[in-house]
């Protein structure tokens, strides 16, 4: 069990350029969900999928924002044209559903939008 | 609208002793709830969870408490080691959200040896 990994650790960019984050989940774990977390704040939910299947967006998730899960395993989100609020944490966690155990998170990729 | 809220930025305690952290819900829906600790630079592990059927749940140092009445809950930490300092999230979900968490905004831990 390798756990959840997270590509990149950091990313700066300037503002109005897009990015592409990874998230590698748990290899058994069905459910992959997406937070962002700011400073002070507790993780904010972003979206999750079961399978390669997008099962539910928090209005957080504004159109510049896109998630994908292809063939159920890894996910990506992708930022675009991004803003300097984006800057931010942003964390995936992986379960096993339908058991109600806890999530399993990754280290996150930290933003700066300069 | 603030759904889990944890009131205490910060809890200073002595090793040894114990530590008691408090979280407080609004949403009746919620049914599970879970402790994570985070360390800086780290993603948020988790530590402790109880269903809304129990009001304890035990797992060595650490214990949960439930009161659904009053929508709270308390992570007890006995006794406490300086590796506890951390910052200590609590989380909540609903069966009906596909077991989405929401967090309070965490509590800054400090052991003092």
């Known amino acids: 069990d390798t756990g959840v990994s997270q590509d990149p650790r950091h990313k700066i960019t300037k503002r109005g350029q897009n990015v592409t984050f990874r998230c590698d989940p748990i290899?058994?774990?069905?459910?992959l969900y997406w937070y962002r977390q700011t400073l002070g704040q507790g993780p904010e939910f972003l979206t999750y999928f079961q399978n390669e299947a997008q099962l539910e967006k928090s209005r957080l998730l504004s159109d510049r924002f896109s998630a994908e899960r292809p063939k159920g395993s890894f996910s990506t989100l992708e930022i675009q044209r991004t803003e300097q609020g984006d800057s931010a944490m942003y964390l995936c966690a992986s379960s096993r559903a339908p058991l109600r155990v806890g999530q399993y998170f990754g280290p996150g990729t930290r933003l700066t939008v300069t | 609208d603030q759904q889990v809220k944890q009131n205490s930025p910060s809890l200073s305690v002595q090793e040894g002793r114990i530590s008691i952290l408090n979280c407080d819900y609004t949403?009746?829906?919620?049914?599970?709830f879970l402790w994570y600790k985070k360390y800086p630079a780290e993603g948020p592990t988790f530590l402790i969870s109880?269903?809304?059927?129990?009001d304890k749940n035990e797992d060595g140092r650490f214990t949960v408490f439930l009161n659904k009445s009053a929508k709270h809950l308390s992570l007890h930490i006995v006794p406490s080691q300086p590796g506890d300092s951390a910052v200590y999230f609590c989380?909540?979900?609903?069966?009906?959200?596909?077991?989405?968490?929401?967090f309070g905004e965490g509590t800054q831990l400090t052991v003092n040896p």
């Open positions: 109880i269903s809304s059927i129990k």
């Open positions: 949403n009746s829906m919620f049914d599970y």
């Open positions: 290899s058994e774990h069905n459910r």
């Open positions: 989380a909540a979900s609903a069966q009906t959200s596909g077991s989405r968490l929401t």
